[in-house]
């Protein structure tokens, strides 16, 4: 934490602002469309920071197109294009997004391109959501999700030494080449953890630092569901906005062919990689309702206790459900969920049921922003 911008020099830049006429601005990947249409539903102009030669999406495809102020189409009105996500950290790129009243989403792609040092140190812009605990999304860290998990006494998969496995487990660590990306395995005892990890090794999928800092946990067998909460500061309760979940490829490749068919596969086809590469939206049975969101409440606790002022706006526990229905978290992300462009401008039956009408993460924040505005309390829900 140390370095950590201070919150008060944050509310000294916001003292600037003309708020007014305030932007949202986001880094022009992950969920920032979702976030983009949010903005534009709830009345605010938008700006994307694109990296040169990906920017299209957001510079051409989804550009807005006003008349006399109203959006006929799109969802981004104003775009940076920038050599490398990371040049908006440079002092003039902010200089910039200041004069233009810039509000910034945080994502997962602004903290993994940009670094989690210069996003607590150098970026000094109001992020809407909470700053310090972005750096606990990293496994390895010294108070990571991990370790929020069990001061809440929250639910995560055992962890498993090499030497131990006598069950299925799922070994974590990164790609060695994509970056972002996952270069997860699985294994049912040791001596199929040592043959998968030395083929991976030889395919470069993994390298062997990444291995020696794995995690290895224990498989739980059930479905996936990212729950896609919301805190609200301005009115201390917490929304279940959707629940989407992820196709991976090349697992969900894997998984369409008939066993004879897997068997079939050669040396560099057989092991699955885990590269998130789409979601879909789903429900769950009402009598899981209250564990989900018990969930949700003792994470909230957790990080008001541990991580003051706690979390700020949305939020995203991965989850496994298990035989039994017991949930298991096997990751957190602290800010807007990976899997939110499912629920954009349709919204999704928990977000839309609460508010009566098309709710998704990315507008639930941009109400929040109004709310705040309008009763003069932005200060708490920006760090």
């Known amino acids: 934490m140390f370095g950590l911008i201070d919150r008060s020099r944050i509310l000294e830049i916001l003292d ?6 305030p932007m949202i601005g986001a880094i022009a990947s992950h969920s920032a469309l979702d976030t983009c249409d949010g903005a534009i539903e709830e009345g605010f102009k938008t700006l994307a920071v694109c990296q040169k030669g990906r920017e299209k999406t957001y510079a051409q495809y989804f550009r807005t197109n006003r008349v006399d102020g109203q959006v006929l189409t799109g969802v981004v009105d104003d775009v940076r294009i920038l050599n490398k996500f990371s040049d908006v950290v440079q002092t003039d790129q902010q200089d910039i997004l200041r004069s233009k009243n810039v509000l910034f989403v945080p994502n997962r792609s602004f903290t993994s391109y940009c670094g989690m040092d ?3 140190n150098d970026f000094e812009l109001p992020l809407l959501g909470s700053r310090n605990l972005l750096r606990s999304e990293d496994r390895g860290e010294e108070r990571d999700y991990y370790w929020i998990l069990e001061k809440a006494d929250l639910p995560y998969p055992e962890t498993v030494e090499p030497d131990d496995i006598d069950e299925l487990v799922m070994v974590k660590l990164p790609h060695a080449v994509k970056t972002l990306e996952r270069g997860f395995f699985t294994a049912a005892d040791y001596d199929e953890y040592c043959k998968k990890s030395e083929a991976l090794l030889k395919q470069g999928v993994i390298d062997q630092d990444g291995l020696e800092l794995a995690r290895i946990e224990r498989y739980v067998i059930g479905p996936v569901f990212n729950l896609d909460f919301f805190y609200s500061p301005l009115t201390e309760k917490i929304e279940l906005l959707g629940i989407d979940w992820r196709f991976e490829s090349s697992l969900d490749g894997h998984v369409r062919l008939p066993a004879p068919q897997q068997l079939a596969l050669n040396e560099d086809q057989i092991n699955p990689e885990y ?4 979601h879909n939206s789903a429900t769950l049975r009402e009598s899981l309702l209250d564990k989900a969101f018990e969930l949700a409440e003792k994470y909230v606790a957790a990080t008001k206790k541990y991580y003051s002022p706690g979390i700020i706006g949305p939020f995203c526990l991965q989850t496994c459900v298990d035989k039994d229905l017991n949930f298991y ?3 957190v992300a602290p800010r807007i969920g990976g899997g939110t462009n ?7 039956p928990y977000g839309n049921a609460l508010w009566r009408t098309s709710m998704s993460t990315g507008r639930r924040l941009m109400r929040e922003v109004k709310m705040a505005l309008d009763s003069d309390e932005l200060d708490k829900i920006v760090t």
Do not use: K, P
Request: net charge negative.
């Open 275 to 278: 590269t998130v590469c789409g």
């Open 329 to 331: 978290i096997y990751d």
């Open 118 to 120: 210069a996003v607590e």
């Open 342 to 348: 499912v629920h954009m401008a349709v919204g999704h």
């Open 16 to 21: 600037g602002y003309d708020l007014r006429n």
